[in-house]
């Protein structure tokens, strides 16, 4: 079955980075568009970053020039780098593969002076 491990989250000043990673296994990984996305409480869980199988990447503008997708299919991983981080990044991160229906733990972005 599909099975999607995040990590990479943590505490980070205002300005500062981190690297998320998301470990596919249980599905043939490059045949698959891949999606991060992110979750506050009591809100609706929405689509930061996705790169498709050839490598085409789209962003929320909201984090347009500031996050970067990028995936190694010979790994099945994948990544969301984040620059210049802000409070309002602030969430649970969590990746899928598109239309699978499957969600891994997720990780903890806080933003926070």
């Known amino acids: 079955q599909v099975q999607l491990v995040e990590s990479g989250g943590g505490l980070v000043q205002p300005g500062g980075s981190l690297r998320l990673s998301c470990a596919a296994s249980?599905?043939?990984?490059?045949?698959?568009?891949m999606r991060w996305y992110r979750q506050v409480p009591g809100k609706e869980r929405e689509l930061v970053a996705s790169i498709s199988t050839s490598g085409s990447t789209g962003y929320r503008d909201s984090v347009k020039g500031r996050f970067t997708i990028s995936r190694d299919n010979a790994k099945n991983m994948v990544y969301l780098q984040m620059n210049s981080l802000k409070p309002e990044d602030t969430a649970v991160y969590y990746c899928?593969?598109?239309?699978?229906?499957?969600w891994g733990q997720g990780t903890q972005v806080t933003v926070s002076s």
């Open positions: 249980g599905f043939t990984f490059s045949s698959y568009a």
């Open positions: 899928n593969a598109a239309g699978t229906g499957s």
